[in-house]
């Protein structure tokens, strides 16, 4: 497989979310706004890149039998980093992911990319993937949390869309808890419907 | 000593900054943990197991017990090591690290005692405690519980109510799925997408229990 199509399968093909439905904790409770999904996006990135690269590098180093724990270990170490720098440069944004900084350790996606891409091969193509597993991570993120703050708050990014009238009163459910499983239930059932119809029209 | 007493011991210790322990404060906790930020519908945690193990009423069961158990012994060893430990010692910013190294072993460990003591146990959680390292609930509570500054006795309480939370919201939705079975879903919602549309359904009603206890 060459490089680009290592980059490209996480956006569209593999999208984690859409299509694997990893990582939903984080997903589904950092999209209430699109600020929140890009900072949390930008963040898990970061420590898929890195991790990838790291396990990349010492996979012929790291003994089969405590691989796991060796990664979450890495893993574990780049989330610290980047709980450190975003509460010294985005204290804001760190406080209003809050929990969910920390818990980029238990993301499946991370550790599924370490275990399933990055310990069979060679630094190069890992980056890349990482690159791109985490930019469909970020990606899926922001079209729903442009669902979500639009619905809920009128907004995009902080800027007024739809007015003041509408800021009153918004559906105010699609920025709760409940908006973000049944819009995440009905995009769902969008992607099958598409899916369907293509399938349909190779036949 | 009294048990109350011994109790009253515990909740207030010294570390915490908890002026005492009482019964108020505790139902607050309890209440919060299991109806009002229930782990589940309303902050977003362990939504994987939620999903993937919620379609038969037994292995909802039987998730939520090593849920609670592991919780319980994750908050108790992290609560531990975290005030005496790190705190101590200025390695705050290890906490991280030592909280997933402490959860990934303590797994390991629950699931060897149980095996070697009490293998009918062992058949029952056996299955599911290896999910459990990466269900980001155990994570969260032990961060939670250092977040919010409880005492141990507190943290302790929290983490059997969130645990509660978990197995209410998880058993919930496997007897709603099981009853999807024989419903007619429209063809493009059947599996996840309908499981999202019911979690949000019952996401709507433990809203509202968010004025319970002011």
Redesign the interface.
């Known amino acids: 497989m060459s490089l680009a199509q290592e980059f490209t399968k996480g956006i569209v093909k593999e999208n984690p979310i859409f299509r694997q439905?990893l990582g939903?904790?984080?997903f589904?409770?950092v999209t209430s706004s699109v600020e929140n999904a890009l900072g949390m996006g930008a963040a898990a990135t970061f420590v898929l890149v890195c991790s990838n690269f790291l396990v990349s590098l010492l996979r012929k180093v790291i003994p089969a039998s405590v691989r796991i724990?060796s990664y979450?270990?890495i893993i574990?170490?780049f989330?610290?980093i980047v709980?450190?720098l975003m509460n010294a440069y985005l204290p804001a944004l760190h406080k209003s992911l809050?929990?969910f900084i920390?818990?980029i350790?238990?993301?499946?996606i991370i550790?599924g990319r370490a275990e399933g891409f990055a310990n069979k091969n060679k630094v190069i193509s890992s980056l890349f993937d990482g690159i791109g597993m985490g930019l469909g991570f970020t990606l899926a993120m922001v079209v729903m949390a442009t669902f979500r703050e639009i619905l809920g708050n009128g907004s995009w990014l902080g800027f007024n869309l739809l007015g003041e009238a509408y800021q009153n009163q918004p559906l105010l459910?699609a920025i709760?808890?409940?908006?973000?499983?049944?819009l995440?239930?009905?995009i769902?059932?969008?992607f099958?419907?598409m899916e369907?119809r293509n399938r349909g029209g190779a036949r | 000593m009294t048990p109350i007493m011994l109790m009253s011991a515990v909740l207030s210790a010294p570390e915490s900054g908890d002026p005492s322990f009482s019964i108020g404060r505790m139902m607050a906790i309890i209440v919060g943990a299991i109806f009002i930020n229930n782990f589940v519908l309303s902050r977003f945690l362990g939504i994987c197991p939620f999903l993937g193990v919620s379609k038969q009423l037994d292995s909802a069961v039987g998730m939520g017990a090593a849920v609670i158990f592991v919780m319980v012994l994750a908050t108790l060893g992290s609560w531990l090591i975290y005030h005496n430990v790190l705190v101590p010692n200025e390695m705050v910013y290890l906490r991280t690290i030592t909280f997933i190294i402490i959860i990934a072993s303590l797994v390991q460990l629950v699931e060897m005692i149980l095996q070697k003591f009490s293998p009918a146990l062992y058949d029952a959680l056996g299955i599911y405690l290896p999910l459990i390292t990466t269900n980001c609930a155990i994570l969260g509570v032990a961060v939670l519980n250092i977040d919010d500054k409880l005492s141990l006795g507190y943290s302790l309480i929290n983490s059997v109510a969130a645990g509660i939370g978990f197995t209410l919201a998880l058993v919930l939705m496997a007897g709603l799925r099981e009853r999807m079975e024989t419903s007619n879903v429209p063809a493009s919602l059947k599996g996840l997408p309908i499981a999202f549309l019911i979690a949000g359904a019952m996401s709507i009603a433990f809203l509202g229990f968010a004025g319970l206890g002011g």
Do not use: E, R, S, Y
């Open positions: 439905a939903m904790c984080p589904l409770a724990p979450i270990v574990a170490a989330v610290t709980d450190l809050g929990i920390p818990l350790v238990v993301n499946c550790l459910i709760l808890a409940p908006g973000a499983f049944i995440m239930g009905f769902l059932g969008f099958n419907i369907k």
